[in-house]
């Protein structure tokens, strides 16, 4: 039950009279790094090597959005002038990939943040891309290439917009054929060493899947696909993975225990219980890549990637290789050479942005392989946050990253920002984000949580939020909120709170559940209405959100009594909102249904929207405005 507004009131009041006196020095904002030298700071990641390892392709965004580029591996990291640029195209490029046998660099692209990608293949040395799959209004998953190179395998909803069917087509030119056809989310995986199989998944929600292997030899009637994991209730498998005998296949999963391990599954026969687990460890194995009898896992420790690798020549029974000794940051792409010598990975830290790293199979040798222009920026200015626990209303202890700036004087009370992660099937990770240095950098207290339902914390974390339980979730921040008010340098009256996304959600949910809390608020790309934006987001992700929120039909009237919507009445604080036009994920029309509700009620509140952007803002240009314009208003409501 939530408490009553007077009681919170008190509960304020009674933690702030607890303080010793302190006297009170005005706070001023710093003049740390500007928000458009930490804008301009270039990034690499997503790498993607040639099969000797001694070429990688990667992302940067070094030409204003993400684009692809690739370099020469050698003894030391190289910088942007010896990049060479792919392909030039004006939109955002999601994933590039080195063919197994190196004639073909492919790309994945869509127009305006609208998410229909498609997939284009180059030739290594540049030149024009070759479309592959000319639907602009189908969405393709990019799957996987055989090990030989000759097949591509992606999935798209070609057939029906809600439903991903799986098709492979030759490399080079030829007609794709549909290999798995039926209702719901499928993705195309991994191929076998031989070329003959394909793994496959569905995904009925995202604690839900189950791993489908497809015979492809075309010169005998088609077998139906053989699913492997039949189970009741919530179970993931995910990245199954073939063995190099391609008898079995790795997957990761976390059936029978809170944290995904990785397992060992026959190929040729449904499973019947649990799967073999072969790897086992109390946090979450978030990602695999195998080649030949190596394999390399990412493992996520209290928001940290540890990278891990492993001898899998008995698949049954991996022996652990190294730990290789990455700075302690983000992992979020690894990808091995064809011939197994080498492995490539990113790493996002909290004071560096993405670069690309190169680590020796045999050894665990890591060396940097780009050396990004970094904008003049000084990593000493920049802030490491540290992590604390607070306990929420019902005892459960959230996870929270804290960014204190630098210098606080002895009575100096700062504005913070509660910033919230999206999902709500994610977790906030210590990656570098220009925008929370900026505001750290300008005197800002900035706290990140992991409120109950994020990831990374076992499965009965990610569960507490479902459905009825949701505003159990807007509850961890008023704690946070709470916690935020007794300590010092911060002030207790100039808390605002910020997220994208689900995030988003949140932020607009925060302030019409505990008005009195919050002195601001910023909702980008969130959702207002949970009944309309199921009603008009992307088709193919409908039933997929329905099993996280909550379905029309069986709970409208949970989804109409959580959203905010329907209590626009109680905001009080003012409120920011940034929203692309393209977004097929939240339709734009969540954020015009909040700004109207405002704006009749004469409330404050900005907007800017985007009419080249989607489900978030990629181009540098709309970032700088966007962030910018954000901060001059959190200055006038905080600051004063």
Known sequence: MRRPLALCLAAVVSACAARPPRPTVRWQPRSGPTLDQLLNVHRAWAPSPSPDGRTVAFLSDTAGLPQPYSIGVGAAP?????????????????????????????????????????????????GAMVSLTPEARVKVLFGALSD????????????????????????????????????????????????????????????????????LNPATPAAAPLRLTAHQGDVRYQHPTFTRDGRHLFVLSDHGREAMNLALLPVD????????????????????ELARDALAAVVNVEGYSQLRLYDVADPAHPRERARPALPP?????????????????????????????RVETATGAVSAVTASDH????????????????????????????????????????????????????????????????????GYVVAAPNVRGSTGYGKRFSHL???????????????????????????????????????????????????????????????????TFLERTASYRRALREAEYGSLARDGAVLDRISPIHRVDRI???????????????????????????????????????????????????RVRAYGELVRFFDEVLGR
Not at 84 to 96: D, I, K, S, W
Not at 160 to 171: K, L, T
Not at 330 to 354: K, Q
């Open 148 to 215: 030989d190179g000759r097949q591509l395998a992606y999935a798209a909803n070609s057939r029906s917009a809600g439903d991903f069917d799986v098709y492979v087509r030759p490399a080079d030119d030829g007609a794709a054929r549909r290999v798995f056809e039926a209702a719901g989310h499928h993705e195309a995986v991994s191929f076998s060493p031989d070329g003959s199989l394909l793994a496959v998944t569905e995904e009925r929600s995202n604690f839900d899947q189950d791993v489908f292997v497809v015979a």
């Open 465 to 531: 939020d479902d459905v009825a339980l949701r505003e159990d979730s807007v509850r961890d921040l008023a704690a946070v909120n709470r916690w935020l008010r007794t300590r010092e340098g911060v002030h207790p009256d100039r808390i605002a709170v910020l997220g994208g996304s689900y995030g988003g959600y949140m932020v607009l949910a925060a302030l019409t559940l505990d008005p009195e809390l919050w002195a601001a608020g910023c909702d980008i790309v969130g959702i207002a209405n949970f009944r």
């Open 78 to 126: 190289v910088g942007e002038t010896e990049w060479r640029r792919l392909v030039t195209a004006t939109e955002r490029v999601q994933f590039v990939s080195y063919a197994p046998d190196g004639r073909y660099v492919y790309f994945g692209r869509d127009v305006g943040g609208d998410e229909n990608t498609q997939l284009y293949r180059a030739l290594p040395d540049g």
């Open 572 to 622: 009080r604080a003012p409120l920011f909102v940034i929203h692309g036009a393209n977004d097929p994920r939240v339709p734009v029309t969540e954020a015009e249904q909040i700004v109207a509700a405002l704006r009749a009620r004469r409330q404050r509140v900005e907007y800017i929207r985007f009419e080249n952007e989607g489900h978030g803002i990629f181009r540098r240009e709309n």
């Open 269 to 288: 026969a449904p499973l019947a219980g649990a799967p073999t687990f072969v790897i086992t460890d109390d946090h979450d194995i978030e990602s695999i």
């Open 375 to 442: 904008a003049g920026l000084d990593p000493s200015t920049l802030v490491e946050p540290t992590l604390e626990h607070v306990r929420s209303f019902d005892g459960l202890d959230v996870p929270v990253f804290l960014y204190t700036p630098r210098g606080l004087r002895p009575g100096e009370r700062a504005p913070s920002v509660v910033w919230v992660h999206g999902g709500p099937e994610g977790q906030f990770n210590p990656y570098f984000n220009a925008v929370i240095q900026y505001l750290v950098g300008h």
């Open 329 to 357: 940051g983000v992992v979020t792409s690894i990808a091995f050479a064809h011939d197994g010598s080498s492995l490539f990975v990113d790493l996002s830290r909290a004071t560096s942005p993405d670069e690309v790293y």
